[in-house]
């Protein structure tokens, strides 16, 4: 679990957000949808399958790029079709993205619980990446409505000049605004590389939630890494972590 990293008792506990504490599935699934309709009727296409098949490879090669801003993958199927997008109608449709998703999308079925009883404990924060580099902040995720009274920090990395994860800045200043120290901290996330070796790179141990709602293929981690399935096996996290506890 990160050779090198020592952890002292745990008195913070840090989250992703997307995929962590909400499940997102249904969003991304009607958003992905009316977005591929309005670049393939945008561009006065007739072949959906071909269209699907460079909508899906340009997707692919960015998300592999961890480059999740919908704009820069969008542009580059119109280029693939050598068409110049209007940008403005971009934005404009990367924000009714956002919004869909934000509709679509619900707290963990355990997630108010298991955060209100940490919160009795630990100090809690949340550091999650910007959809939109630039042009969000914690105001316009609404879950944070229900349970933001319970955390202490939340960074919004991507935003105001801060980094996005796996960027060790942003876990640096959530650990700061909790006055914590890396080694008495934790992080929750669900992907490999931004949240289980963005937090290593920051000097946090990390804790891998791959949940049970989300359907996708996990990739094999290059560490050892304690994995979770619901949100509620953290309510035992000094056994989770198998620690020798200094007290």
């Known amino acids: 679990m990160g050779k090198g990293l020592k952890l002292e008792r745990v008195k913070a506990i840090i989250f992703d957000f997307g995929q962590t504490l909400v499940d997102a599935s249904e969003g991304f699934r009607i958003a992905e949808k009316d977005a591929q309709k309005k670049i393939f009727n945008d561009l006065g296409l007739e072949d959906w399958e071909g269209f699907i098949h460079v909508y899906r490879s ?3 090669r960015y998300h592999n790029k961890k480059i999740f801003h919908r704009v820069p993958f969008w542009k580059a199927i119109y280029h693939r ?5 209007e940008y403005s109608k971009l934005i404009e449709w990367e924000d009714e993205y956002w919004e ?3 509709k679509n999308r619900s707290l963990f079925p355990e997630a108010k619980f298991v955060i209100s009883e940490l919160a009795r404990e630990y100090k809690l924060g949340i550091v999650t990446n910007s959809p939109r580099e630039g042009r969000v902040g914690p105001g316009s995720i609404k879950e944070y409505n229900e349970i933001g009274i319970y955390f202490d920090a939340i960074v919004i990395a991507g935003n105001e000049n801060i ?9 640096k200043i959530c650990l700061s605004r909790l006055e914590t120290s ?3 901290a934790v992080f929750v996330g669900d992907d490999l590389e931004i949240d289980i070796y963005g ?3 920051a000097g946090i141990k990390p804790i891998w939630i791959q949940h049970r709602m989300v359907k996708r293929k996990w990739e094999k981690p290059s560490i050892e890494v304690p994995i979770i399935h619901t949100l509620d096996a ?4 000094e056994k989770l972590l198998d620690l020798q506890v200094i007290k």
């Open 81 to 85: 079709y050598k068409k110049e997008p």
């Open 182 to 184: 890396p080694s008495q």
């Open 163 to 171: 980094p996005p994860k796996p960027d060790p800045i942003p876990f």
């Open 58 to 60: 340009e997707r692919k």
């Open 100 to 102: 869909t998703v934000d």
């Open 199 to 201: 937090a290593l790179k």
């Open 234 to 237: 953290l309510l035992s996290i």
